[in-house]
T-cell receptor, first 115, second 118 residues
Framework: NAGVMQNPRHLVRRRGQEARLRCSPM?????VYWYRQLPEEGLKFMVYLQKENIIDESGMPKERFSAEFPKEGPSILRIQQVVRGDSAAYFC?????????????FGAGSRLTVL | AQTVTQSQPEMSVQEAETVTLSCTYD???????LFWYKQPPSRQMILVIR??????QNATENRFSVNFQKAAKSFSLKISDSQLGDAAMYFCAYRSPINTGTASKLTFGTGTRLQVTL
């Protein structure tokens, strides 16, 4: 079981460019969550998706950020026109069902640096 | 909204000794889940231990145990026989029960950096 796979591990973008972060959940998991970790802070919830559906995006900035989890392929977190404040580690987690008792399994994160 | 507070930015423990990391939270819910995650320098988030609020018995996982005080809304982590590999950031996290609009979210504290010395 390969666990939650995120790529790229490191991404450098200039201001105004687009960043795309990918997440493949654990085998058998159909629920994906994205979290952001700013330097020296804890993780902050961004969005929760199931296959082809956004369930909860209350933590996602209203502009420039979007997420999808298509029927086939990984979940994508897309940040358009990046700014320096977007520099952070972005973590993906997955779970097999909606139950609150189920533990979220995290990936190793993608570190975005905006120059 | 729930909040999680970790008041110790850094802690240090000698190898083989015991250390306790503090966590308090605020919620109006009666049933919920609490977690401790470890984040080593690799940045991978690793689950250390979890506790269901409806269970009075404190969770234990080998050298890791918790002191869950529901009335005080306190959830501390005790690491016994500390090892060099325990050095990491430790995050306390709260999750609402199932079938609520916020059940998908983990709310994290700001973390405690644990150093383990020889």
């Amino acid at each position: 079981n390969a666990g939650v796979m995120q790529n790229p591990r490191h991404l450098v973008r200039r201001r105004g460019q687009e960043a795309r972060l990918r997440c493949s959940p654990m085998k058998g998991h159909s629920h994906v969550y994205w979290y952001r970790q700013l330097p020296e802070e804890g993780l902050k919830f961004m969005v929760y998706l199931q296959k082809e559906n956004i369930i909860d995006e209350s933590g996602m900035p209203k502009e420039r950020f979007s997420a999808e989890f298509p029927k086939e392929g990984p979940s994508i977190l897309r940040i358009q026109q990046v700014v320096r404040g977007d520099s952070a580690a972005y973590f993906c987690a997955s779970s097999p069902s909606y139950s609150g008792a189920n533990v979220l399994t995290f990936g190793a994160g993608s570190r975005l640096t905006v120059l | 909204a729930q909040t999680v507070t970790q008041s110790q930015p850094e802690m240090s423990v000698q190898e083989a000794e015991t250390v306790t990391l503090s966590c308090t939270y605020d919620t109006s819910e009666s049933d919920y889940y609490l977690f401790w995650y470890k984040q080593p320098p690799s940045r991978q988030m690793i689950l250390v231990i979890r506790q269901e609020a409806y269970k009075q018995q404190n969770a234990t996982e080998n050298r890791f145990s918790v002191n869950f005080q529901k009335a005080a809304k306190s959830f501390s982590l005790k690491i016994s026989d500390s090892q060099l590999g325990d050095a990491a950031m430790y995050f306390c996290a709260y999750r609402s029960p199932i079938n609520t609009g916020t059940a998908s979210k983990l709310t994290f504290g700001t973390g405690t950096r644990l150093q383990v010395t020889l």
